[in-house]
């Protein structure tokens, strides 16, 4: 899994702001908490005084209910009867009664022989105009009920402010006050009474009656408060908006309320009838969380009812909430003015920061001479650019002294291998000085295929000089006898003097021979011819072997037979041939038992297997070069019969396997970043651009400019070389030809070839390495190809 680094100052910056956010949620949260809990409180505070105030005003009614009931009924006149033509000796004190409590909007007597009598204000309540159907100057409503020849007649007589009659209407009712509760009820005791609440008739609302019998009578005093009264009391104690006021008595039965019945929730009574008593609590209805708290108002023991209070929890914490809310803006405003603040403040840490990481980046580049000591005021980042600088200065040189001891092994292992032959010379040694000068030429150049080339650095410039000093250091497994081999039958000597030895052998033999004939009687002289004819074959077969041996003509399948025919020729070895054998030799050798022995031969101890071969690792290293089955064949016909040159398939194999092992040992080696492609370069030096060259068998697209610029180099250099004793050294004009050829046949790349004559770098390199009368004159123009 891929590690994720994140940047300091956005690092600082966001732990700040973390740190900074935990703190104002914490902060916010407590905040929220206490201020709900003194919301709850200050709820509760304010519901207890509701229900004290709602308890003092039952009581005060009540009381006050009482004593006006008790003044009234000592009035005399309380026990006169109606008269349909006449004012009430009460009517005054009735209506005066009623101005002085707003509660009451009506106040009647019920007489035990059916009559009524009632006054009403028709201003305590908003619709009792509407009901009663009054006029705009109407104020009072007297309503008697006078029973007349068994007909209860009932007349109401409207009054304006001064109790003048505006009107009277008369009607047949079968009202009769002795049947109500509230009469019956007060008849039964000596006290006043309360009814429960009950639909008023006149009214088409609920209220209550407060009654009381007149002492020395069978009549009744009473009078009606409509529960709208009480609901605009309780609405007059909305202390938060939304809040819910109830009266109701056990059964869950709304007696008033601060808000319309028909906005009462659906369940509103059975939530009331089963939240706790004297308790505030939480309940849910229209998906709303409200604070309920009921209290017993008990005024009296014979009705019971309970006030019950239902405030919205959104409504109540909302003071609250809007002082967190506003904490909240405050909170994010300062961390809005803190992140600016906090940003320009890390650059005091940041800025020496990313300058230390420039100057680090120097260092990974190894630039070492332009790292410098930043300046700034933070003590710990000054130490460490110190540090830096006493780093690189360090590195600088560790590196100094490893470039230079690399250097000194690969020129010395390149010496080893110039060294190893007389024929190779300073190869090594002078194809880097051609490679970097046709590079440095191909880097400069803008158009073609060098356009996209360029050494940015010297380190690139490096690689191609350590991968040409080290193109050839696969020859360090080469056999010497191998490179060297200047005849047909050359191992570690040449065995042309062992073949001679044996020819000498069949001499003496042919001598002895020609003895034992005259012995035998033949003629003498016959003897003679034969011997001498005999001898000048078999010197001439002896010049014919070893003309073949040096390899320096093509040899005719002729030659090839006559060196098969001389092959024949047999001769009687008489000591043990196992004898002063090495183990190897051991291995290879077959005993035999017959001493017959032939001229020239190809043995089973001549064959040298091929051991700890891989195809496998042949193959995933992308060798495509033929291997040869055996290591070595030393047989001799096999080498006298060589078509053309002294190496046999084995040895051309083992010659072209420097590559192969050039590959092999520099793929091993742990080059830094910047020399990973030495191998590369180093390898491809004898491909070819259409695949015929070896080990890989690569094409044009598949080598680089510089392998393809080290094929050019390592092939003029070996052309011009004039330390080379098996050669001599090619003139200017006929290495440039050779390699003209080479280039039309695209075994080298004629971009290069025509930089390297255009640029001059074939003859800047002439001047420095060519003897004088090398270098003749050479008309570019007639070699450039046309690319």
């Not at 009814?195 to 609920?206: D, E, Q, R």
Request: with cysteine; charged share 30%; aromatic share 10%.
């Amino acid at each position: 899994m891929k590690k994720i680094h994140l940047k300091i100052r956005p690092t600082i910056l966001f732990i700040l702001i973390l740190v900074v956010s935990i703190s104002i949620v914490i902060s916010l949260g407590l905040q929220y908490y206490f201020s709900k809990q003194l919301a709850f409180k200050g709820t509760s505070e304010s519901v207890e005084q509701i229900a004290e105030k709602t308890k003092l005003i039952s009581k005060n009614s009540y009381e006050a209910s009482n004593n006006l009931l008790s003044l009234l009924e000592l009035s005399s006149a309380i026990h006169d009867a109606p008269k349909e033509q006449e004012r009430h000796l009460m009517l005054k004190k009735l209506t005066r009664s009623l101005l002085h409590n707003n509660l009451i909007y009506a106040l009647y007597i019920g007489y035990s022989n059916g009559d009524f009598y009632e006054v009403i204000n028709l201003e305590n309540e908003g619709n009792l105009k509407e009901k009663f159907e009054s006029k705009k100057n109407e104020r009072w409503l007297v309503i008697k009920i006078i029973k007349k020849d068994d007909i209860q007649v009932e007349t109401k007589h409207y009054m304006d402010k001064s109790l003048n009659y505006t009107r009277t209407l008369s009607s047949v009712t079968q009202y009769n006050p002795t049947h109500r509760l509230w009469y019956k009820k007060a008849m039964q005791s000596n006290e006043m009474i309360k009814t429960k609440p009950y639909l008023f008739a006149n009214l088409g609302s609920m209220g209550v009656t407060y009654s009381k019998r007149i002492e020395s009578s069978n009549n009744v005093i009473a009078f009606d408060v409509s529960l709208k009264s009480i609901s605009r009391f309780l609405k007059e104690q909305e202390f938060i908006k939304g809040t819910q006021l109830y009266i109701f008595d056990d059964n869950g039965k709304v007696i008033a309320s601060n808000i319309s019945e028909d906005s009462y929730p659906a369940n509103i009574n059975e939530v009331l009838k089963n939240s706790s008593k004297n308790k505030l609590s939480t309940v849910i209805f229209n998906e709303a969380d409200y604070s309920v708290s009921n209290i017993p108002l008990n005024e009296n023991n014979e009705v019971k009812t309970y006030l019950s209070i239902l405030v919205p929890q959104d409504a109540m914490l909302k003071p609250y909430n809007e002082k967190i809310y506003f904490s909240l803006v405050l909170n994010i405003l300062f961390l809005l003015i803190l992140i600016p603040i906090v940003w320009l403040a890390t650059k005091l840490i940041v800025r020496p920061i990313d300058k230390l990481m420039e100057e680090n980046k120097k260092i990974i580049n190894q630039d070492f001479d332009n790292v410098k000591v930043i300046e700034t005021p933070v003590c710990e980042l000054h130490y460490l650019s110190e540090s830096f600088y006493t780093m690189a200065s360090a590195i600088k040189k560790h590196e100094e002294a490893q470039v230079k001891l690399m250097d000194s092994f690969i020129e010395v292992l390149a010496g080893a291998i110039d060294n190893k032959s007389k024929y190779t010379g300073g190869h090594c040694n002078r194809v880097p000085i051609l490679s970097v000068m046709l590079a440095q030429k191909a880097s400069s150049e803008t158009s073609g295929i060098f356009k996209d080339f360029e050494l940015s650095s010297k380190e690139e410039l490096r690689e191609i000089s350590i991968a040409a000093w080290l193109h050839d250091c696969g020859k360090v497994t080469t056999p010497e006898y191998v490179v060297d081999k200047a005849t047909k039958l050359e191992t570690i000597y040449n065995r042309i003097h062992e073949i001679r030895t044996r020819f000498e052998v069949i001499h003496r033999d042919l001598i002895i021979e020609s003895f034992y004939k005259i012995q035998d009687g033949e003629d003498e002289i016959f003897v003679n011819a034969w011997l001498e004819k005999e001898h000048l074959t078999l010197k001439s077969d002896f010049e014919f072997i070893s003309k073949a041996n040096k390899g320096s003509e093509f040899m005719s399948q002729e030659d090839k037979q006559r060196v098969h025919d001389i092959a024949q020729r047999v001769w009687i070895r008489e000591f043990d041939n196992t004898l002063g054998l090495s183990q190897e030799e051991q291995k290879r050798h077959i005993i035999k038992t017959s001493k017959k022995e032939y001229l020239l031969a190809d043995k089973q101890e001549h064959i040298i297997q091929r051991e700890d071969f891989s195809k496998e690792e042949h193959e995933k290293f992308g060798f495509k070069i033929e291997v040869p089955e055996d290591l070595y064949n030393l047989g001799e016909v096999y080498n006298l019969t060589i078509e053309k040159g002294t190496l046999t398939p084995e040895e051309r194999f083992k010659i072209n396997e420097h590559m192969i092992m050039t590959i092999k040992m520099l793929e091993k080696l742990p080059f830094p970043k910047h020399l990973q492609r030495v191998p590369e370069y180093a390898g491809a030096h004898h491909e070819t651009l259409i695949g015929t060259g070896y080990p890989k068998k690569l094409t044009k697209e598949q080598m680089s400019i510089p392998a393809r610029i080290m094929a050019v180099a390592d092939i003029f250099e070996a052309l011009t070389a004039s330390d080379r004793p098996y050669k001599e050294a090619k003139k200017l004009s006929e290495a440039i030809k050779i390699l003209s050829y080479m280039a039309k046949d695209k075994h080298i790349d004629e971009d290069i070839f025509n930089l390297f004559l255009s640029s001059g770098v074939y003859l800047e390199y002439a001047h420095l390495y060519l003897n004088k009368e090398q270098i003749d004159e050479i008309i570019i123009k007639e070699y450039l190809l046309a690319s």
